[in-house]
Nanobody
Framework: QVQLVESGGGLVQAGGSLRLSCAAS????????MGWYRQAPGKQRELVAT???????NYADSVKGRFTISRDNAKNTVYLQMNSLKPEDTFVYYC?????????WGQGTQVTVSS
């Protein structure tokens, strides 16, 4: 089975930066893409950014120009550099790995942006 371990969340002031990391381990055969999603209590989980193993990226409009997703394929690790953070970026952020027919979620890491 695949496990995803997230780190890097925390409390930051508006305008600040955080870098989230997600390391995948376990029975990984191939990775189609990895990404980050976020969710507030009682709300739907929403896409933040994804990146394929070849490097193609997609971003939600709300984070374009502020967030950057990257990955280290050798380490099966994906990162999310979050700059110019806003209070509306306050969510639990979840790592996502999609392989060949299987998808996995991390436990989530809280990001709180204060005014």
């Amino acid at each position: 089975q695949v496990q995803l371990v997230e780190s890097g969340g925390g409390l930051v002031q508006a305008g600040g930066s955080l870098r989230l990391s997600c390391a995948a381990s376990g029975s990984i055969v191939s990775i189609n893409y990895m990404g980050w999603y976020r969710q507030a209590p009682g709300k739907q989980r929403e896409l933040v950014a994804t990146i394929t193993s070849s490097g193609s990226t997609n971003y939600a409009d709300s984070v374009k120009g502020r967030f950057t997703i990257s990955r280290d394929n050798a380490k099966n690790t994906v990162y999310l550099q979050m700059n110019s953070l806003k209070p509306e970026d306050t969510f639990v952020y979840y790592c996502r790995l999609v392989g060949s027919g299987n998808g996995y979620w991390g436990q989530g890491t809280q990001v709180t942006v204060s005014s």
